[in-house]
């Protein structure tokens, strides 16, 4: 179903239907972090709700408190990694790959019956890693700024008519109530209180 049609069923019965939509304004390495934003809270909500399932299936028993902390983290970065703040949450996911690396380090030992499944682990969140360090990249660059083409908004004012036609037009309609009676300020108030 296109997104033009599934967005119907939000309207309400006067509301104009759209006919269809237009281009995404994302560009390539905006999907992929979004797509590894969403990753983030899939597996931020995985280490949060089954903690103790993953330390016994990567041999990292005793280590449940970490890995839940590992999942807020991740869902931490996910929001910045979702927003315009795309690097920062690119830059995080990355600090946090390291720090699940070294964790996954400690599983590799010969003595760990589960030393496959983190191996696996392993080649799993290098590969992450890869796909965080390319998106970072492109993401600062589609929309790294050349040197000296900053913003010009200074044929801007905010004001619809101008900054001339706006001037006084809340006071045209502002009356000042009849039972208004103006405070003393803090000053006047301490000036007038006795010692």
């Keep these: 179903m296109p997104i ?5 069923f939000a309207r ?4 104009p239907k759209i006919q269809h939509s237009g281009p995404s304004s994302l560009t ?22 089954a903690p103790g399932a993953l330390a ?8 449940e408190g970490l890995l839940r902390a590992y999942g807020a983290r991740e869902l931490a970065s996910a929001v910045p990694t979702l927003s315009v703040d795309k690097s920062v949450g690119l ?5 946090g790959d390291a720090l699940d690396l070294a964790t996954l380090a400690t599983a590799l030992h010969r003595g760990n019956p589960k030393r496959a499944n983190a191996a696996i682990a392993t080649a799993l969140v290098v590969g992450v890693t890869l796909l965080d360090f390319v998106a970072l990249a492109d993401v600062q660059a589609a ?6 083409s900053d913003r010009d ?3 801007r004012s905010g004001l619809p008519r101008g ?10 309609d502002f009356e000042i109530p009849p039972d208004f009676k103006a405070e003393p300020t803090v000053v006047e108030a301490l000036a007038e209180r006795p010692d």
């Design 4 to 8: 033009a049609n599934a967005t119907q």
């Design 12 to 15: 309400s019965k006067g509301d």
């Design 28 to 49: 390539g390495p905006d999907k992929l972090a979004r797509a590894l934003g969403w990753f983030s809270i899939g597996l931020g909500i995985t280490e949060l709700v």
């Design 56 to 63: 016994r299936t990567l041999g990292l028993n005793g280590k």
């Design 91 to 95: 830059a995080s996911r990355l600090a």
């Design 143 to 148: 929309h790294r700024r050349k040197p000296g």
């Design 153 to 155: 908004y200074s044929d």
């Design 163 to 172: 900054p001339e036609a706006s001037r006084g037009l809340a006071r045209q």
